[in-house]
């Protein structure tokens, strides 16, 4: 894992290297909050999970973002409750998902969570609420 300053992502997984933006890897027990801790340490169990899926199962095109995405984004609960028990990760993932969820899906901009994705310029657009919220309830429910 490195921390580069003005890494233009939050963060990065690649195989074997995850780059991350230093705010959004380094925590200061001196100055920060424990809600940065608590990003943190999401965004670095987000990454960890993408090793696996997205980097080591790598899927077939880009209309199965939310698979990748959203199994991502409900490991890091896991991964993080799993070492801080005490944080409660799974009722934050009910109860501040599900917020971003219900906002997202109630906006005129929806869309299903598989979204066809037919030329290059597409793959952007679907880096969304959809992909990375959505996703992790639909896999959540399942």
């Known amino acids: 894992m490195v921390a580069v300053p003005d ?3 939050g963060a990065m997984e690649n195989w ?3 780059i991350y933006r230093e705010a959004t890897m380094l925590w200061d027990p001196e100055f920060g909050t424990a809600a940065t801790q608590q990003k943190v340490a999401t965004v670095i ?3 960890v999970a993408h090793q696996w899926f997205g980097n080591l199962v790598t899927l077939n095109w880009w209309d199965d973002l939310w698979l990748n995405e959203g199994f991502a984004s409900f490991a890091e609960y896991i991964g993080v409750d799993h070492v801080h028990p005490e944080w409660g ?4 993932f009910l109860l ?11 906006l005129a901009t929806s869309r299903p969570v598989i979204q066809p994705v037919y ?8 880096f969304d ?3 990375y919220n959505k996703a992790s309830f639909s ?3 399942k």
């Open 96 to 106: 501040d998902d599900i917020q971003k969820v219900l906002i997202s899906d109630s």
């Open 45 to 47: 169990s987000h990454e």
């Open 16 to 18: 074997g290297l995850m």
């Open 129 to 131: 609420p959809i992909s």
């Open 89 to 92: 990760m799974d009722e934050q």
């Open 7 to 9: 890494f233009a992502a």
């Open 119 to 126: 030329y290059p310029n597409e793959i952007n657009e679907i």
């Open 139 to 141: 896999i959540f429910f």
